[in-house]
């Protein structure tokens, strides 16, 4: 992972749940291209065909909420996801994503910060966030050490099997 990265914003409201993410009519499906292919279908039929690899999800309050279902996890990462900025999450999301290596951040009033097509610069180190279109920075709190361990080991299996192979 990188612990700068940039890209094109889309822009969603709140509480944003699981199955508007990853709808649940395709949780059957086992091929990684084909769960891709349903990122945020429940939320804008057309995401996928605007989504770039790199881009970010803005979103406002309760992302993720609904269910625990590491599919929505699992799609925006197949997506390609750069990050994802909320002004706050669901719990088992966030713990989902950080587990999966999905870098995301909590940044208060992101809505008002960001609108959708803007670029968007992250520095999850330092907690900063570049509206590069509007020039404004956003100071957030910054990812912790060991969740920066575990997202730049691409989530918690990979980096558990570093250590593994450590002793």
């Known amino acids: 992972m990188k612990t700068i990265v940039t890209?094109?914003?889309h822009v969603f409201g709140d509480n944003l749940d699981t199955d508007q993410i990853f709808p649940g009519q395709?949780?059957?499906l086992v091929e990684i291209e084909e769960i891709r292919q349903h990122a945020m279908e429940g939320a804008d039929p057309d995401f996928i065909k605007t989504f770039q690899p790199g881009d970010i999800i803005?979103?406002?309050t309760n992302f993720g909420c609904g269910s625990s279902r590491e599919q929505a996890v699992t799609t925006l990462k197949a997506a390609g996801t750069g990050a994802i900025l909320a002004e706050s999450f669901a719990r088992i999301f966030?713990?989902?994503a950080i587990n999966l290596g999905l870098p995301l951040l909590v940044c208060p009033a992101i809505k008002t910060f960001i609108s959708?097509?803007?670029s968007v610069k992250i520095d999850f180190k330092q907690g900063k966030v570049l509206n590069q279109t509007s020039h404004k920075i956003l100071?957030?709190?910054p990812l912790s050490g060991y969740v920066l361990k575990?997202?730049?080991n691409g989530g918690i299996k990979l980096l558990v099997k570093e250590q593994l192979a450590l002793k």
């Open 7 to 9: 890209g094109q914003a």
């Open 58 to 60: 803005i979103a406002g």
């Open 94 to 96: 966030y713990r989902n």
């Open 150 to 152: 575990i997202l730049e």
């Open 116 to 118: 959708k097509g803007d």
């Open 139 to 141: 100071t957030t709190d």
């Open 26 to 28: 395709y949780l059957e």
